[in-house]
Nanobody, 121 residues
């Protein structure tokens, strides 16, 4: 089994910063892309940022220039540095990873349990 555990969420004022962390553990042979998604109340889950095993990154237009995704392949971890936070960034943030459990298996995507980020004065 594979587990993704997120941390770092919380309450922050507009203009503030937070850093989210996500660590994968369990039966892992390799991890391809890792990503952060978010889901606000009443809205669909949306991609925030993603990073490949080689370090290539992509961001949604809503966070480009404010958020930075990074990963530590040795630790099977991914991070999201969030700066200049806005009230519209309020959501539950989920970590996602594409994992192969052994060299014969296909890639499967796993989700973390989510961490709440609230931006409010």
């Amino acid at each position: 089994q594979v587990q993704l555990v997120e941390s770092g969420g919380g309450l922050v004022q507009p203009g503030g910063s937070l850093r989210l962390s996500c660590a994968a553990s369990g039966s892992i042979f390799s991890i391809n892309a890792m990503a952060w998604y978010r889901q606000a109340p009443g809205k669909q889950r949306e991609l925030v940022a993603a990073v490949t095993s080689g370090g290539a990154t992509t961001y949604s237009d809503a966070v480009k220039g404010r958020f930075t995704i990074s990963r530590d392949n040795a630790k099977n971890a991914v991070y999201l540095q969030m700066n200049s936070l806005k009230p519209e960034d309020t959501a539950v943030y989920y970590c996602n990873a594409g994992v192969r459990r052994d060299w014969l298996s296909n890639e499967k995507h796993y989700w973390g349990q989510g961490t709440q980020v609230t931006v409010s004065s």
